[in-house]
């Protein structure tokens, strides 16, 4: 992302929950906003889809008053460091890169198959051209392949588009993100062979807050005991691994 622009580009929804602690801070939800069924933006405006259910439901085991805001992928990290919003909640795959330079909570999603979505069952992927979004696990898998030529995108949607105009032979992609699009057009392939990398999906927190991370993390252990997370998964990640 390249910046956060609240006046144009943020998207502000109270959670209507109780305060977050004594002072009454309100908790900033950051995602992206463009990566179905993780998240997205419906017709109404508003974020949707598995993370906005399941982040309004672990604020509310928290008691804490959350609001959710959008900021572009490419600069979501820088974003949360810099103090733009308190938290990153949009299908981030837990790292050692990343928690170098931020803290997660423990994962509340299994690591999800990554698909490649292509044009033609018979594409090489030895020796081809794959597109992914920039600063993915999937771009930095598809880098450390020899004779295959990664390109990367800002968003989800361009990596699909440059397989469909011919700039790619495939997009390397969480096959949940995929599966639905590879439903929904005859001309695109969703081939067989997965890749399993990351090690699962977490919420990102600035290193300095301690306090919530612990917070968010007894609330999903919480939803994983009782089944509610399992529920969601299912849901809304039909192929993903549940707890």
């Not at 801070?25 to 992206?32: A, D, F, L, P, V």
């Not at 397989?163 to 067989?192: C, H, Q, R, T, W």
């Not at 919420?203 to 399992?230: C, H, P, T, V, W």
Request: proline share 4%; net charge negative; glycine share 10%.
């Amino acid at each position: 992302m390249k910046n956060l622009i609240l006046a144009t580009t943020a998207l502000v929804m109270s959670a209507g929950f109780a305060l977050a602690d004594g002072h009454g801070k309100t908790i900033r939800m950051g995602t992206e906003g463009a990566y179905p069924p993780y998240n997205f933006i419906n017709d109404a405006g508003e974020v949707d889809g598995f993370e906005r259910e399941l982040g309004d439901e672990l604020c509310k085991r928290a008691e804490l008053t959350c609001e959710w805001v959008t900021n572009e992928w490419d600069s979501i990290i820088p974003n949360l460091v810099s103090g733009n919003y308190d938290t990153i909640i949009a299908g981030m795959s837990i790292t050692d890169e990343r928690d170098e330079v931020i803290d997660f909570t423990d994962p509340y999603t299994q690591p999800d198959p990554s698909s490649y979505l292509v044009m033609s069952a018979d594409v090489d992927l030895s020796s081809g051209v794959i597109a992914a979004q920039a600063s993915t696990i999937q771009a930095s898998h598809v880098a450390s392949l020899d004779g295959v030529t990664l390109v990367e995108f800002a968003t989800p949607e361009e990596t699909v588009a440059a397989v469909k105009n011919g700039e790619a032979d495939a997009v390397l992609a969480d096959k949940s993100f995929l599966a639905p699009i590879a439903e929904a057009d005859g001309n695109l392939v969703l081939l067989s062979q997965e890749e399993l990398i990351g090690g699962g999906i977490g919420i990102g927190l600035r290193e300095s807050d301690g306090e919530l991370k612990e917070k968010f993390n007894k609330a999903i252990q919480s939803m994983k005991a009782d089944g509610s997370l399992n529920a969601l998964i299912t849901k809304h990640l039909p192929d993903g691994a549940t707890f």
